[in-house]
């Protein structure tokens, strides 16, 4: 069965700082896509960022580009994102998605991501 468990979500002040992370357990997904979505309440999931099989195609949504990092460690099974400057817009929960195969393109569409975490808070305080 595989597992994507996100964490080092928490409550931050605005300006401030959060590293996620997630972990992939079950079948082998060391070389498929990931990516970052977040969900807010009363609003859609929305894409934040992706990174392809190899990590050299990288897509960030608009809103967090230069703000956040996402990368990846194939030979630990994890995906990372890096969050500096938070603002209290990027107030959501966070989830990690991988796809079913490896692709050298990346992706953004949540239905592009056949697995999924459970997600975890990321609260900006103003």
């Known amino acids: 069965q595989v597992q994507l468990v996100e964490s080092g979500g928490g409550l931050v002040q605005a300006g401030g700082s959060l590293r996620l992370s997630c972990a992939a357990s079950g079948r082998t997904l060391s070389t498929v896509n990931k990516g970052w979505f977040r969900q807010a309440p009363g609003k859609e999931r929305e894409f934040v960022a992706a990174i392809n099989t190899s990590g050299d195609r990288i897509y960030y949504v608009d809103s967090v580009r230069g703000r956040f990092t996402i990368s990846r460690d194939n030979a630990k099974n994890t995906v990372s994102l890096q969050m500096n400057s938070l603002k209290p817009e990027d107030t959501a929960v966070y989830y990690c998605?991988?796809?079913?195969?490896?692709?050298?393109?990346?992706?953004?569409?949540?239905?592009?991501?056949?697995?999924w975490g459970q997600g975890t808070q990321v609260t900006v305080s103003s």
């Open positions: 998605a991988a796809t079913n195969a490896a692709y050298t393109m990346v992706f953004t569409r949540p239905s592009d991501y056949g697995y």
